[in-house]
């Protein structure tokens, strides 16, 4: 089990930056698979960054060189870096953790998600 709670969403203008943070309620040091995703209303939520197996890093096309997800796991946090932002970004924002279940199942557990707003 594990809380998330998204934070550093904000209005920015196209071509700022944000940086979103992600504190979870327990240690993340053996926790591998965890990201970032993104969704619009009425659409699906999609992948934005995420980490998967070790520090092996998984990024969506649209945001390959302007985002970046790290860890900080001595502050049981991780943090999405958004450089170059377009109104295309805009979206809210959820963190995401996967952990593994009985029977080697895994169960996704989701943050309350952070709005961020890119104007043109």
């Known amino acids: 089990q594990v809380q998330l709670v998204e934070s550093g969403g904000g209005l920015v203008q196209a071509g700022g930056s944000l940086r979103l943070s992600c504190a979870a309620s327990r240690s993340i040091f053996s926790i591998n698979a965890m990201g970032w995703y993104r969704q619009v209303s009425g659409n699906q939520r999609e992948l934005v960054a995420a980490f998967t197996s070790g520090s092996s890093t998984n990024y969506a096309d649209s945001v390959k060189g302007r985002f970046t997800i790290s860890r900080d796991n001595a502050k049981n946090t991780v943090y999405l870096q958004m450089n170059s932002l377009k109104p295309e970004d805009t979206a809210v924002y959820y963190c995401?953790?996967?952990?593994?279940?009985?029977?080697?199942?895994?169960?996704?557990?989701w943050g309350k998600g952070t709005l961020v707003t890119v104007s043109s």
């Open positions: 995401n953790v996967k952990l593994v279940t009985l029977g080697n199942g895994s169960r996704d557990y």
